[in-house]
T-cell receptor
Framework: GAVVSQHPSRVICKSGTSVKIECRSLDFQATTMFWYRQFPKQSLMLMATSNEGSKATYEQGVEKDKFLINHASLTLSTLTVTSAHPEDSSFYIC?????????????FGPGTRLTVL | AQSVTQLDSQVPVFEEAPVELRCNYSSSVSVYLFWYVQYPNQGLQLLLKYLSGSTLVKGINGFEAEFNKSQTSFHLRKPSVHISDTAEYFCAVSGFDYKLSFGAGTTVTVRA
């Protein structure tokens, strides 16, 4: 089946630093990738949708200057949390939709646990 | 916009017993409905989905769900669970924009 990886799986950083999270589709090409955020005991919340080669579309309430998304190739999207603060600590999950695949089908990565001290 | 409510946050169940996970949704438009499972340290995996047609949907690992439009529900069932079914289960809905809205999840713990 289609596999999506995320790196790193967990990261701890100091307040004020920036953190980059990578999302890769390992065995398929993904024109669209999604970034979600999950707080403990809460649902996944869609942050943004990124299409390869174009600017990401952010959901209401998500700061685009805070959460920079780059989707430079058909197999890689990155999320950079800039000037991270403790309230940014969360579980970040990406998913990918295959090029030419069924539009309802998303393949999910295992997530990245971010802790900001 | 769509929203999802999973009515049970935790469901303990004995091995070989049946299980039902409840999911209700709200939407002003026609929707697609999904159930995902998340095992520890793994990504979400699609169990089943309803797009159209028959309201009884069968998925992987012996799971099935029934779409009930009048009750706006999409409950997930399995007649006999295994220890390996211990996981987090998420109900999700999307409209024609294919953006997923998730419920808060239900933790299923299967005991011998």
């Amino acid at each position: 089946g289609a596999v999506v990886s995320q790196h790193p799986s967990r990261v701890i950083c100091k307040s004020g630093t920036s953190v980059k999270i990578e999302c890769r589709s390992l065995d398929f090409q993904a024109t669209t990738m999604f970034w979600y955020r999950q707080f403990p005991k809460q649902s996944l919340m869609l942050m943004a949708t990124s299409n390869e080669g174009s600017k990401a579309t952010y959901e209401q309430g998500v700061e685009k200057d805070k959460f920079l998304i780059n989707h430079a190739s058909l197999t890689l999207s990155t999320l950079t949390v800039t000037s991270a603060h403790p309230e940014d600590s969360s579980f970040y999950i990406c998913s990918a939709r295959a090029s030419g695949g069924e539009r309802t089908q998303q393949f999910f990565g295992p997530g990245t646990r971010l802790t900001v001290l | 916009a769509q929203s999802v409510t999973q009515l049970d946050s935790q469901v303990p169940v004995f091995e070989e017993a049946p299980v039902e996970l409840r999911c209700n949704y709200s939407s002003s438009v026609s929707v697609y409905l999904f159930w995902y499972v998340q095992y520890p340290n793994q990504g979400l995996q699609l169990l089943l989905k309803y797009l159209s047609g028959s309201t009884l949907v069968k998925g992987i690992n012996g799971f099935e769900a029934e779409f009930n439009k009048s009750q706006t529900s999409f409950h997930l069932r399995k007649p006999s669970v295994h220890i390996s079914d211990t996981a987090e289960y998420f109900c999700a809905v999307s409209g024609f924009d294919y953006k997923l809205s998730f419920g808060a999840g239900t933790t299923v713990t299967v005991r011998a």
